[in-house]
């Protein structure tokens, strides 16, 4: 497989909407670690099968703005 190739079939979102308020990316990977976990059980629970990875329906959930990060105060500030 080329490079070109290898690149075109990376996930690559723009997070800059999800960032904006001084959102740490630091947050952002734990609330979507969290957001996919989630995703898995609730499939699990209902015996449904996921097709797409969790992390990048998770993510999507984030940029579509259906889940809103919010860091406390004293995170924020650092």
Do not use: H, W
Not at 17 to 46: H, N, P
Not at 62 to 71: A, P, Q, S, T
């Amino acid at each position: 497989m080329s490079e070109t190739k290898r690149t075109e079939m990376k996930f690559n979102p723009d997070l800059s909407g999800v960032l904006k308020g001084r959102t740490s990316r630091y947050s952002l990977v734990i609330a979507t670690a969290k957001r996919a976990r989630e995703i898995c059980e609730t499939a699990d629970a209902q015996g449904e099968t996921i097709i797409e990875k969790p992390v990048s329906l998770a993510l999507n959930d984030f940029i579509n703005g259906d889940y809103v990060l919010v860091e406390p105060e004293e995170i924020r500030n650092l």
